[in-house]
């Protein structure tokens, strides 16, 4: 079975001075990102690795899951940046196959296209969202339109 966390960086500025790439995360931000990775610990819901975009909006969200999961810091994926549908399910079909349970840190839309592509759930996907899909398959690459089931979500805020 495999397990895969998509994780929605969470909230960013939009001030001006910043490149896209570049945008930090808000106070807010940062209290959301140690929320949510307080709920998934409390969850058993600990990932073997996380693969995050490498905008620093996406990077700082997940090494505040790396620290509050006691994870390695997160590996990251430049195709995960500003990724499509199509460039997240290729990154996802080349996952290493020796961790079952995955987390991919990334951004909207791709993470909600990703999250309904996948298991067929129309949720929204505010800043720091997760939705955790768990697949009956034994590879990354068998996992195809539908395959999984959304067994956990969670937000920041109440929607």
Not at 117 to 137: H, N, Q, R
Request: hydrophobic residues 40%; aromatic residues 8%; glycine residues 4%.
């Amino acid at each position: 079975m495999k397990k895969l966390l998509l994780i929605r960086h969470a909230k960013a500025t939009h001030e001006t001075g910043f490149t896209d790439f570049e945008r930090p995360l808000t106070h807010k931000g940062l209290k959301q990102a140690e929320t949510i990775a307080t709920r998934i610990l409390a969850n058993n819901l600990k990932p073997q690795l996380l693969v995050a975009s490498p905008a620093l909006r996406t990077l700082s969200t997940a090494n505040v899951f790396s620290q509050v999961l006691g994870l390695q810091q997160a590996v990251t994926d430049k195709a995960i940046y500003d990724a499509s549908e199509s460039t997240l399910l290729k990154v996802i079909d080349n996952l290493p196959q020796d961790k079952d349970f995955i987390a991919l840190v990334g951004h909207n839309p791709g993470i909600s296209q990703v999250l309904y592509y996948l298991s067929g759930a129309i949720k929204d996907v505010p800043p720091c969202a997760v939705a955790l899909i768990e697949f009956e398959l034994d590879t990354w690459a068998e996992i195809f339109e539908q395959t999984g089931k959304l067994t956990f979500y969670d937000t920041p805020s109440p929607l």
